[in-house]
């Protein structure tokens, strides 16, 4: 993705998924109901490199969120 260098990696990220929650929302009306408490489809998290990554690097970070979001993450020192 490309965007102009007057944005900010994290206001897009959070266009996105604001434009992108609202929408899947109004297509699917029962998400209302489920995120009630108005926590979100999203995560918290996201990933952004400015400097390009491979894809072995994406695939192990996703994994990891993943194991975040479920609350099964150990910590790695």
């Known amino acids: 993705m490309e965007f102009p260098p ?3 990696g994290a ?3 959070e266009t996105i998924k604001k434009n992108t929650s609202r929408a899947l929302k109004r297509k699917y009306k ?4 489920v995120y ?3 926590g979100g489809i999203w995560s918290v998290g996201y990933f952004f490199s400015t400097i ?3 894809e072995k690097i994406i695939k192990r970070y ?5 194991r975040e979001d479920s609350g099964q993450a150990k910590l790695e020192f």
């Open 6 to 8: 007057r944005y900010s």
């Open 36 to 38: 009630w408490d108005g």
């Open 52 to 54: 390009g990554i491979n």
């Open 30 to 33: 029962f998400l209302s109901k």
């Open 62 to 66: 996703i994994e990891h969120q993943g």
């Open 11 to 13: 206001y897009v990220v």
